[in-house]
Nanobody
Framework: QVQLLESGGGLVQPGGSLRLSCLAS????????VGWFRQAPGKEHEFVAA????????TYAESLKGRISIARDNAINTAYLRMDSLKPEDTAIYYC?????????????????RGQGTQVTVSA
């Protein structure tokens, strides 16, 4: 049973930075495509970023390019999402996802595995 555990969320001031982590267990993490989605209150899940198993050719949401970076360390079964210049509209629950497919998609329902999420609140 593959499990994903997010961490690193919290309260941050506008303009600040955060790095979220996603620790995977119970499966061959190095074979997975990993990604991040977010869900703000009252809104649908929004694609943030995804990275194939080899760590090459990340895909980012157009609206977030330049402020975010996804990375992975297969040796420790962990994926990361770095977010800079945070804005109040970045406030959301951030979910880590993983899938066997090498194809990156922007629909959360296409991913086999999803973590419980970590809350990010951007506020002064």
């Amino acid at each position: 049973q593959v499990q994903l555990l997010e961490s690193g969320g919290g309260l941050v001031q506008p303009g600040g930075s955060l790095r979220l982590s996603c620790l995977a267990s119970g499966g061959p993490f190095s074979y997975f495509t990993v990604g991040w989605f977010r869900q703000a209150p009252g809104k649908e899940h929004e694609f943030v970023a995804a990275l194939p198993w080899n760590g090459v050719s990340a895909t980012y949401a157009e609206s977030l390019k330049g402020r975010i970076s996804i990375a992975r360390d297969n040796a420790i079964n962990t994926a990361y999402l770095r977010m800079d210049s945070l804005k109040p509209e970045d406030t959301a629950i951030y979910y880590c996802v993983a899938d066997w497919s090498a194809i990156v998609t922007r629909s959360i329902s296409d991913y086999d595995y999803r973590g419980q999420g970590t809350q990010v609140t951007v506020s002064a």
